[in-house]
Nanobody, 119 residues
Framework: QVQLVESGGGLVQPGGSLRVSCAAS????????MGWYRQAPGKERELVAS???????NYAASVKGRFTISRDNAKNTVYLQMNSLKPEDTAVYYC?????????????WGRGAQVTVSS
């Protein structure tokens, strides 16, 4: 079994910083592109950032210059460093990974981490 587990969410003041992490646990799997999505209450889930296995990155325009996605393949972990946070960044942040596990190939999602930006 493979799991994606997010951590590092919480409450932060506007202008502050937060780093969320997503670690894949299990064995006998490979990870392709990984990304972060977010969803505010009552709104659609949107892509925040993604990173390929060869470290190419992609960012939503709303976060570019403020957020940085990175990954540590040795730890099977992807990170999202969030700086200059705004109230509109408040959402549940979900980790997504392309997973190769035996004959299975597909997308795998974490359960989400709440990020609240408020004074």
């Amino acid at each position: 079994q493979v799991q994606l587990v997010e951590s590092g969410g919480g409450l932060v003041q506007p202008g502050g910083s937060l780093r969320v992490s997503c670690a894949a646990s299990g064995s006998s799997f490979s990870l392709g592109v990984m990304g972060w999505y977010r969803q505010a209450p009552g709104k659609e889930r949107e892509l925040v950032a993604s990173i390929t296995s060869d470290l190419r990155t992609n960012y939503a325009a709303s976060v570019k210059g403020r957020f940085t996605i990175s990954r540590d393949n040795a730890k099977n972990t992807v990170y999202l460093q969030m700086n200059s946070l705004k109230p509109e960044d408040t959402a549940v942040y979900y980790c997504k990974a392309a997973l190769m596990y035996g004959d299975y190939v597909g997308d795998y999602w974490g359960r989400g981490a709440q990020v609240t930006v408020s004074s």
